[in-house]
């Protein structure tokens, strides 16, 4: 059996991807990007993140856009 045939439960997890949509702009009163709503420790540190540290931001973010000026949101 091929690895492309292989059944789902003996591929390794996926990696949980950058919440990143290439707008690069930091809010300085939140300090939160605006494309993706982590912050620039967050967005440096993201590929020495664990999954359960990424999935926790990424769980984060929706809550996150409220503290964002109304008119800065995406």
């Known amino acids: 059996m091929s690895e492309f045939n292989a ?5 390794p997890p996926r990696p949980v991807a950058t919440p990143c949509i290439q707008v690069c702009t ?6 939160l990007c605006l494309g993706c709503l982590r912050t620039l ?4 540190g993201w ?7 990424r999935a926790r931001i ?13 008119a800065l949101r995406f």
Not at 7 to 11: A, I, K, T
Not at 26 to 31: A, I, L, M, T
């Open 7 to 11: 059944p789902n439960s003996s591929r």
């Open 26 to 31: 930091v809010d300085g009163r939140s300090g």
């Open 41 to 44: 420790g967050e967005i440096g």
């Open 47 to 53: 590929s020495k993140m664990t999954d359960e540290e």
């Open 58 to 70: 990424i769980a984060e973010l929706p809550a996150r856009k409220e503290r964002l000026d109304p």
